[in-house]
C-alpha cells in the first residue's frame, strides 16, 4: 500500500508571500519506462469538490495560475504557491496514481495570516 | 463543458443497502473511467472505486470490497454505486469524478457530492 504524508497540517502565510507544502509517499512513484512520477495535487475549498492543480507532479492543469507549481520525485514532492493570494485559501491533498488504488494524503490546510 | 451530477445519499441504518448515481454530461461519457471518492465530515479524501470507459476494470478500495458494486451506462451516460451492508463508517460525502485523458487515475471533474449517512 502507498501511504501518503503530508506536512504540515496547517500554514498561515501572507497576502503575496510563498507557501510550500510537502507530500511523502511510502514507496516510489516513478515510473522508470516513462520516467514519470505517478502524482497529483487538489486543492478543495470549504463546501467545493476537490480540483484538480497538477498532475504527473510537475504538470499545471489548464486554467490553474501559474503561482502554482509542483516539485519532486521519487517519493518527496512539494508543492509551492509563489505568491499567496486570498482565493488560495483552502485544503491541498496530493494523491498517488502509482498503485491500483489510489491514496491520498491527509492534507495541508492554508489561511491567510 | 463537464457536468457531473452526484445524487441517491441520504441516512440509511447500519447493515441496509443505499443506490448512488452520478450523470455526466458535455463530454463523451463512454471515452473515460470513472471515480467515486468520499470525505468523512470533516475528514480527508478516500479513494472508493474506479470503472473503466468500457467497464471492463473494476477496482475497489479494501475498505468496499465485496459490500459495493460500481457499474456504468453508456447510453445513458450515469454511473451507479450500489452499497449494500453498509456500516457507520461509510457516512461522508461521495464525490464521482472523471478520469483525466493522460491517465484514468487523474481526477479531472468532480461532482458536488451526495450525503450518506449510516446511523441506528
Known amino acids: 500500500d502507498f501511504v501518503m504524508t503530508q506536512s504540515p497540517d496547517s500554514l498561515s502565510v501572507s497576502p503575496g508571500e510563498r507557501a510550500t507544502f510537502n507530500c511523502r509517499s511510502s514507496?516510489?512513484?516513478?515510473?522508470?519506462?516513462?520516467?514519470?512520477?505517478?502524482l497529483a495535487w487538489y486543492q478543495q475549498k470549504p463546501g467545493q469538490p476537490p480540483k484538480l492543480l497538477i498532475y504527473?507532479?510537475?504538470t499545471r492543469e489548464s486554467g490553474v495560475p501559474d503561482r502554482f507549481s509542483g516539485s519532486g520525485s521519487g517519493t518527496d514532492f512539494t508543492l509551492t504557491i509563489s505568491s499567496l493570494q486570498p482565493e488560495d485559501v483552502a485544503t491541498y491533498y496530493c494523491?498517488?496514481?502509482?498503485?491500483?488504488?489510489?491514496?491520498f494524503g491527509g492534507g495541508t490546510k492554508v489561511e491567510i495570516k | 463543458q463537464v457536468h457531473l451530477v452526484d445524487s441517491g445519499g441520504g441516512v440509511v441504518q447500519p447493515g441496509r443497502s443505499l443506490r448512488l448515481s452520478c450523470a455526466a454530461s458535455?463530454?463523451?461519457?463512454?471515452?473515460?473511467?470513472i471515480h467515486w471518492v468520499r470525505q468523512a465530515p470533516g475528514k480527508g479524501l478516500e479513494w472508493v472505486a474506479v470503472?473503466?470507459?468500457?467497464?471492463?476494470?473494476?477496482y475497489y478500495a479494501d475498505s468496499v470490497q465485496g459490500r459495493f458494486t460500481l457499474t456504468r451506462d453508456n447510453s445513458r451516460n450515469i454511473l451507479v454505486l450500489q452499497m449494500n451492508s453498509l456500516r457507520p463508517e461509510d457516512t461522508a460525502l461521495y464525490f464521482c469524478?472523471?478520469?483525466?485523458?493522460?491517465?484514468?487515475?487523474?481526477?479531472?471533474?468532480w461532482g458536488q457530492g451526495t450525503l450518506v449517512t449510516v446511523s441506528s
Open positions: 469524478a472523471r478520469g483525466h485523458s493522460d491517465s484514468w487515475y487523474i481526477l479531472d471533474s
Open positions: 504527473w507532479a510537475s
Open positions: 494523491q498517488q496514481y502509482y498503485g491500483r488504488q489510489i491514496t
Open positions: 470503472i473503466s470507459d468500457d467497464a471492463s476494470k473494476i
Open positions: 458535455g463530454f463523451t461519457f463512454s471515452s473515460y473511467g
Open positions: 514507496q516510489s512513484v516513478f515510473n522508470r519506462s516513462n520516467k514519470k512520477n505517478y
